[in-house]
């Protein structure tokens, strides 16, 4: 069974310096990963995905990964953070292994406060 | 475009009520799933659906639990009798259903439950 690990259930970062939020997976077969963000009272939105071919993702609101196989890892950075990336930022992986699986597994979250 | 819409956004209810949870997927899109978020277990996947058939219902927690999905642009998730520790935000997630687990999930807003 796959497995998703946040370190740090909170992250505080001064506006305008780098968001860096973590993310490691536990899986034999590398799985497609995602970073989902949740705004207040709102639905979870896709930030980015990894499925294949180049390992640094770029997604929106200036967000990019990089998939590490090695560490197992999917970290998720931004150089400067913005008062409006405050919300809660949930990594997701999914089993690559057959086709009729579209499952996600989720984290637990990172809640992102950023202090001006 | 809609997006996935649920009603009600918000349910109050007293416990041993039925509560019945709607949603509507994004038109052409064949999966549709069903997530319940808690502070103490963070996002679970209840059960999911691809062309209106149900695929996985092995994290629906209970009897007391059930979901159809009668036509491709309708589901429902009931709860009977309803309890205070289903309190939770229930959201509804459909994806375009052809590409496996590598596709984006697009999430409603979510239903707030709370059971009395």
Known sequence: AQSVT????????SEGALV?????????????LFWYVQYPNQGLQLLLKYTTGATLVKGINGFEAEFKKSETSFHLTKP???MSDAA?????????SGAGSYQLTFGKGTKLSVIP | DAGVIQSPRHEVTEMGQEVTL????????????WYRQTMMRGLELLIYFNNNVPIDDSGMPEDRFSAKMPNASFSTLKIQPSEPRDSAV????????FSGGQETQYFGPGTRLLVL
Request: proline share 8%.
């Open chain 2, 22 to 33: 709607r949603c509507k997927p994004i038109s052409g899109h064949n999966s549709l799933f």
């Open chain 2, 90 to 97: 229930y959201f509804c997630a459909s994806s375009p259903g």
């Open chain 1, 6 to 13: 946040q370190l740090g259930s909170h992250v505080s970062v």
């Open chain 1, 20 to 32: 860096l939020l973590r993310c490691n997976y536990s899986s034999s077969v590398p799985p497609y």
């Open chain 1, 80 to 82: 400067s953070a913005h």
């Open chain 1, 88 to 96: 809660e930022y949930f990594c997701a992986v999914s089993d690559r």
